[in-house]
T-cell receptor
Framework: KQEVTQIPAALSVPEGENLVLNCSFT??????LQWFRQDPGKGLTSLLL???SQREQTSGRLNASLDKSSGRSTLYIAASQPGDSATYLC????????????WGLGTSLAVNP | DAGVTQSPTHLIKTRGQQVTLRCSPK?????VSWYQQALGQGPQFIFQ???????QRGNFPDRFSGHQFPNYSSELNVNALLLGDSALYLC????????????FGQGTRLTVV
């Protein structure tokens, strides 16, 4: 049974810091892994999608890496800003076609001005 | 492109009542998945619809049912509401295929009193 864990559960940093969020999963037979952002009480915004054959994806100040063999993904946020404050969730797709994404509990990030 | 849209945004119901939530997928998407997210938790998969049929189901009772229409929009119905059904209900759309990205709506906040 796939289990997804995110560390740390919460993080508070001063503006401008580079930071790393971690996601680990127990079953390496995944089709892809997605990182999402969720603002309080809101829906999910897709940040990056990494296919199982890929090692990393980049979008602006965000970089996500994937090491399937060790069951790990990291989300790197460069030069953090107060607007980055949100909960970041990772989800893995074991079944293909997004049939059943398995989620971590998220990392709650606060970037302080 | 309006993305994934859900209605209503907020809803208050009484225990024992029935509720219907609606979702319109992103343009070009043909697959709709529903998730329940309790406060402080990651989303839990309810079911997925493709070609107007339920293709995959999570660990939810039969009180949770759904439908997909020919235009790919979808409804989630919950009967005999319980207090524990209070949550954010999220709809995700994607295009059929093994390695596609899921896009989420802003969710419907259901409160059962």
């Amino acid at each position: 049974k796939q289990e997804v864990t995110q560390i740390p559960a919460a993080l508070s940093v001063p503006e401008g810091e580079n930071l790393v969020l971690n996601c680990s999963f127990t079953d390496s037979a995944i089709y892809n892994l997605q990182w999402f952002r969720q603002d309080p009480g809101k829906g999910l915004t897709s940040l990056l999608l990494i296919q199982s054959s890929q090692r990393e994806q980049t979008s602006g100040r965000l970089n996500a890496s994937l090491d399937k063999s060790s069951g790990r993904s990291t989300l790197y946020i460069a030069a953090s800003q107060p607007g980055d404050s949100a909960t970041y969730l990772c989800a893995v797709d074991n079944a293909g076609n997004n049939r059943k994404l398995i989620w971590g509990l998220g990392t709650s990030l606060a970037v302080n001005p | 492109d309006a993305g994934v849209t859900q209605s209503p945004t907020h809803l208050i119901k009484t225990r024992g009542q029935q509720v219907t939530l609606r979702c319109s997928p992103k343009s070009g998407h043909d697959t709709v998945s529903w998730y329940q997210q309790a406060l402080g938790q990651g989303p839990q998969f309810i079911f997925q619809y493709y070609e107007e049929e339920e293709r995959q189901r999570g660990n939810f009772p039969d009180r949770f049912s759904g439908h997909q229409f020919p235009n790919y929009s979808s409804e989630l119905n919950v009967n005999a509401l319980l207090l524990g059904d209070s949550a954010l209900y999220l709809c995700a759309s994607s295009q059929v295929g093994q390695r596609t990205e899921a896009f989420f709506g802003q969710g419907t906040r259901l409160t059962v009193v």
